[in-house]
């Protein structure tokens, strides 16, 4: 489900927010939503995924009291550093695409993607020890598919286990080779 900028009651650009949480900040089937993908912004009744969230509303709707008059609108989440749309000559329009702030980019990745270290994987796989090596390396190649695709932990992740591979690897390898040096002078080999 996609997450949605709105243009709240008072002119400001507001968001992102699930697409079935938006009825309850108060956005209505006029409202103008904009999500990645969307060329422009549009009103909530031109967007398919959120036609369900609000079913046009008949003529008697509203009469009446519906003893919820006085809850309060839940605060959307919060946007960071991201500024708030003023009506200003200078600032952004309210139909134009979210303004993001420094360090994120607009899929909402948090600056940019972890190191791989597929270096340090090849290095081990070359020098120290094959097997786990390669591991570091299947761990490494993932690092930026799931960046890209927009699972920022699993990238992280990734990048975490190919650098515990590749130095438990690198630390085998040593090991060994300590063992060995160890073996040829008190044995003679």
């Not at 139909?95 to 791989?116: K, W």
């Not at 630390?171 to 060994?176: C, I, M, R, V």
Request: charged share 10%; aromatic share 12%.
């Amino acid at each position: 489900m996609n997450r949605y900028y709105f243009i709240d009651q008072n002119g400001r650009q507001t968001g992102p927010v699930e697409a079935n949480e938006l009825p309850k900040y108060g956005v209505k089937r006029n409202t103008m939503v904009w999500c990645q993908g969307m060329a422009d912004w549009q009103p909530v009744f031109a967007v398919a995924e959120l036609v369900p969230f609000f079913p046009p509303v008949s003529p008697q709707a509203g009469l009446g009291n519906t003893g919820n008059q006085f809850q309060s609108t839940p605060q959307p989440p919060s946007m960071g550093n991201v500024p708030p749309y003023t009506n200003s000559a200078n600032s952004q329009s309210p139909y134009s695409r979210p303004i993001y702030a420094p360090g994120y980019q607009e899929n909402g990745a948090p600056g940019n993607p972890p190191n791989n270290y597929l270096w340090l994987s090849i290095l081990t796989t070359l020098l120290c020890c094959l097997p786990l090596g390669i591991v570091g390396i299947i761990y490494s190649t993932q690092v930026m598919s799931k960046w890209n695709s927009g699972d920022f932990a699993g990238a992280e992740a990734s990048a975490r286990n190919a650098k515990t591979w590749s130095l438990v690897g690198i630390g085998l390898g040593l090991a060994t080779s300590v063992l060995y040096g160890i073996s040829l002078v008190f044995l003679g080999y």
